[in-house]
């Protein structure tokens, strides 16, 4: 034998003690997902059975089962982490292939009247149990997560190989047990930058999410889900300066009489009422079209290459499908009242909402229930011939 025996036994010890420790102090800062202390118990395990196996030949057979376990621990972490992906197999049966496979890799003064058996059976149990655990982090969960998960697979494959060597006849490099310290060594170093790796992506892919969600309510109009004045205006004016100059028809409208929904029937009744309105408008766009939320019971959709009579076709469409379904949600006959422009070649969208609204309030002003066009960038504007649509509100 020309092993240093117990010093490299306390190497792998204090290496393994310091590879978990670092896990631990990561752990204890970081949010911890299902699977984490597993892991950890994994990298603790191994580093108490080999400190064990530095302390007393005694504690050799407990040592050994603290060797084992750290595949198969490591791989019911992954089957918590991944809990909503299935792993081939299961829990129980991963604990039955360690309970057994740890007998009999402890089971070596039981074969001592035959020397090839005692140094045989415990090896073979051990690579037994690394490959199993081994073969199923290969059939883990396809998509970003697979790779990390092979190369731990892969780790823990060629950790399977390293007691083997002690069975051939006449070896006398290093015994069983230092053997297994080593590659238990390198094989939690790549455990543990897995893990790091998993936490690490999960937690990226969250903030992302959280961050796409926070975007979305910062753009949408949380009542009515279509976009809210701000960021209706970043649309409109993308959509300007891709198009045509003078292409775009913009509408502006609101509910007739509102208030008097509010104060009859209550707030909830005109939540409802907004609702409505804007999924009538939406049923009536276009992929390409941009409509918003321009604030209170006010909408705003731009139609892009459209001129502004085809606009009022789209108005009475909205209206009717309006009043159609008002009939049905227990509320009062509800009416529009539009202000319509051609947006000009080179004029912003602040001012074509400018003359838009001018036009709302002169429909309002010829008696609600009718679209109104503001023709020219005049002060004031020129008006067209007021159009009904639909019936009066009450």
Request: net charge positive; proline share 5%; hydrophobic share 50%.
């Amino acid at each position: 034998m020309v092993s240093s025996g117990p010093d490299i036994l306390w190497f792998s010890a204090a290496a393994l003690a310091v590879t978990s420790a670092s896990l631990t102090g990561f752990g204890l800062r970081q949010q911890r997902y299902r699977g984490w202390r597993w892991w950890l118990a994994a990298l603790w395990l191994t580093a108490a059975g080999v400190a064990a196996a530095a302390l007393s030949a005694w504690l050799a057979a407990p040592a050994v089962l603290l060797l084992v376990q750290w595949p198969v621990v490591t791989l019911i972490g992954v089957r918590r982490f991944h809990a909503r992906t299935r792993l081939p197999g299961s829990e129980r049966i991963d604990w039955a292939v360690l309970v057994v496979a740890g007998g009999l890799a402890a089971s070596g003064p039981l074969w001592a009247a035959d020397g090839t058996l005692a140094a045989l059976v415990p090896a073979s149990a051990a690579a037994g149990v690394h490959l199993y655990a081994a073969c199923l982090l290969f059939c883990g969960p396809s998509g970003r997560d697979s790779l990390p998960l092979q190369w731990l697979g892969a780790a823990i494959a060629l950790v399977a190989l390293a007691p083997l060597p002690t069975a051939w006849p006449g070896y006398e490099v290093a015994a069983p047990i230092e053997l297994r310290a080593v590659a238990a060594v390198l094989g939690a170093v790549v455990m543990a930058f897995v893990a790091l790796t998993l936490v690490f992506e999960r937690t990226e892919r969250q903030l992302r999410d959280s961050q796409r969600r926070l975007r979305v309510l910062a753009n949408t109009d949380s009542l009515t889900n279509v976009p809210n004045r701000r960021h209706f205006n970043e649309l409109a004016t993308l959509a300007l300066r891709a198009d045509a100059p003078g292409s775009a028809t913009l509408l502006i409208f609101d509910i007739d009489h509102f208030k008097r929904i509010n104060d009859r029937l209550g707030h909830a009744a005109g939540d409802r009422a907004l609702r409505l309105v804007s999924a009538s408008m939406t049923e009536h766009l276009r992929a390409h079209d941009v409509a918003g939320r321009h604030g209170g019971d006010e909408f705003v959709l731009m139609l892009r290459n459209t001129q502004v009579h085809d606009a009022g076709g789209v108005a009475a469409r909205i209206v009717k499908r309006l009043q159609d379904q008002a009939e049905f949600s227990t509320l009062p006959r509800l009416s529009l009242s539009f202000g319509m422009v051609q947006v000009l070649p080179g004029e912003g969208i602040a001012d074509a909402l400018r003359r838009a609204d001018q036009a709302l309030y002169e429909a309002k002003r010829q008696g609600r229930s009718r679209a109104v066009t503001a023709q020219g960038d005049e002060e004031p504007p020129v008006f067209s011939e007021s159009r009904p649509l639909g019936l009066t509100a009450c």
